[in-house]
């Protein structure tokens, strides 16, 4: 039980903690802080589908197999100029770094080496300029003279940083 004279005190305590906890409310607050760094190369390549499509083959052929596509892209950022580096995977069927290889298409067991350039694989530009990459194929006649007739894929994922 209470003694009277701290009961008599109660809504003097309670007025005390009621004015901290206004003093405290009216002395905090929260606001939110943000900020945005444009990058300085943001470069990307345009939509659309890239193929680099080498055809039929044919297996007597003494010549290179080549095939050669290209692709659009652009650097736009807060820089006036933009450098950039271009890289290609491995692909899914890689034997190693640089050993890409395509995988008959109803035959897993089976594949074709292949070799990849890429044309730039870096430069300085201005920035909002239109750039082209040209992606070429090579298939050298020992890696196709022998192999299983069919149809022969990979996937290589083309890296364009920043």
């Known amino acids: ?13 309670a007025l005390f903690l009621a004015g901290l906890a206004n003093f405290a ?3 905090n607050g929260s ?8 990058s300085k190369n943001n470069c990307k390549f345009d939509a659309g589908a890239a193929i ?31 450098t950039f580096s271009i890289s290609a995977g491995d692909g899914l069927h890689a034997t190693g770094p640089g050993a890409r290889r395509m995988q008959h298409t109803t035959i897993p067991t089976e594949f074709m080496a292949y070799a990849l350039s890429l044309s730039p694989a870096s430069a300085t530009v201005s920035k909002g300029s239109v750039q082209t990459l040209t992606v070429t ?3 050298q006649p020992f890696e196709f ?9 990979d996937t290589v994922v083309i890296t364009l940083a920043p």
């Open 1 to 13: 039980m209470l003694k009277p004279s701290f009961r008599a005190r109660l809504p003097l305590l």
């Open 25 to 27: 409310q009216a002395g």
């Open 137 to 139: 194929g090579t298939i």
């Open 31 to 38: 606001m939110a802080v943000s900020a945005v760094v444009p």
């Open 52 to 82: 680099l499509p080498f055809g039929n083959i044919d297996p007597s052929s003494v010549s290179n197999a080549i095939a050669t596509m290209t692709r659009t892209f652009s650097c736009n950022g807060a820089a006036p100029l933009a």
């Open 145 to 153: 003279q022998n192999v299983r007739a069919g149809a022969y894929q």
